[in-house]
Nanobody, 118 residues
C-alpha cells in the first residue's frame, strides 16, 4: 500500500515562509494530478493548489501569488512553497496524488500542521 508522507509544517509568524514536501513510499505510475489541500478547524477541506500531468497548475484564489506548487516526478514528490503567510493560512495541510491505470486511485497523506501567528 502506497503511503504519502508530508513534512515541513510548523509554526511561523505572519509574513514568513514554509515549504511543504510530500513523498510517496514507492513509485506511482501514471500520475495524473498532484495536489495540496488544507482543512482549518470547523471548516471543510479545500483545494489549495494542484499540478496536473502536463504541468499546468491551479491555485485557490486565496493563495494565488503567494504559494507555488511543484513536483519531482522521479522522486514521486510534490512540494508547496508558501510565502507571505497569513494567520488565515493556519490549517492541516494534506497532499493528494491521483493515478489511473485500469482504475482511478487516489492517495492521501496524513497531514501536516501549519500554524501562522499574527
Amino acid at each position: 500500500q502506497v503511503q504519502l508522507v508530508e513534512s515541513g509544517g510548523g509554526l511561523v509568524q505572519a509574513g514568513g515562509s514554509l515549504r511543504l514536501s510530500c513523498v510517496a513510499s514507492e513509485s506511482i505510475i501514471n500520475i495524473i494530478a498532484m495536489a495540496w489541500y488544507r482543512q482549518a478547524p470547523g471548516k471543510q477541506r479545500e483545494l489549495v493548489a494542484e499540478i496536473i500531468r502536463g504541468g499546468a497548475t491551479h491555485y485557490a484564489d486565496s493563495v494565488k501569488g503567494r504559494f507555488t506548487i511543484s513536483r519531482d516526478n522521479a522522486k514521486n514528490t510534490v512540494y508547496l512553497q508558501m510565502n507571505s503567510l497569513k494567520p488565515e493560512d493556519t490549517a492541516v495541510y494534506y497532499c493528494r496524488i491521483t493515478s489511473v491505470t485500469s482504475r482511478w486511485v487516489t492517495y492521501w497523506g496524513q497531514g501536516t500542521q501549519v500554524t501562522v501567528s499574527s
